[in-house]
């Protein structure tokens, strides 16, 4: 707000105090300019742009919004529609929204789901019924590597640094499987999986 207030204070200046250099403002190019940058700058509601006979308009701080927005600074606020529902139940509506956004998220990022174009009914059920299951196995890992500190990405992408090196002992060939530092090996039994075995 500072710095708007020194913004709108050079603007008003410049229209009353002409420099003499380049086009001279227009107390109605200078309203147009203000406007737009309270609009850019998500400012509209703090200010009011009210015509004046003297100057062609002026800029006054809305006390009533500024007084809200100060009260409510720093604190969520969920709204609904819904004027029969309790705060609690509408705490626990908002959550789930949450969560399914979270699922469209991880849908397109962690789980790398792209458009595939279905014709039947059949296919059409059956890429859902994968798309869900991805996601609940997300969620399982997630709740799983939560004392760890982990997200569900970042556990998979520790994972896909194992490599396995084929040794081949004249003909007989060998798989070796590097071996997996102390982090991997805390994440497969969070998960519940089997150590990764010294041959394959």
């Keep these: ?16 105090r002409p420099s003499g250099r380049g086009r001279r403002p ?56 819904d004027m029969n529902l309790p705060p609690e139940e509408v ?16 849908l397109k990022s962690t789980v790398k789901v792209r458009p595939v174009y279905h014709w039947t009914e059949r296919r059409i059920r059956a890429h859902i019924f994968v798309c869900v299951l991805a996601l609940q196995m997300e969620r399982w890992m997630r709740n799983r590597l939560r004392p760890l500190g982990l997200s569900a990405p970042r556990a998979v992408a ?7 090196v084929e040794l081949v002992v004249g003909a007989t060939p060998t798989r070796l499987p590097t071996r997996p530092p102390r982090e991997q090996a805390r994440i497969l039994k969070a998960l519940s ?3 990764i075995p010294k041959t394959l």
Excluded: C
């Design 26 to 81: 227009t107390p109605q190019g200078t309203y147009h300019r203000i406007r737009d940058y309270f609009r850019d700058k998500g400012l509209l509601k703090f200010y009011d742009l009210t015509p004046s006979e003297t100057d062609g308009f002026q800029v006054t701080k809305n006390r009533r919004a500024l007084l809200w927005e100060a009260k409510i600074d720093g604190v969520l606020l969920v709204e609904t529609t």
């Design 158 to 164: 520790l994972l896909q640094r194992n490599k396995v």
């Design 193 to 195: 999986l089997p150590p």
């Design 1 to 16: 707000m500072t710095q708007a207030d020194a913004w709108i204070r050079e603007r008003l200046e410049a229209l009353a």
């Design 91 to 106: 705490v626990v509506r908002y959550k789930e929204l949450a969560e399914i956004e979270r699922g469209w998220r991880n």
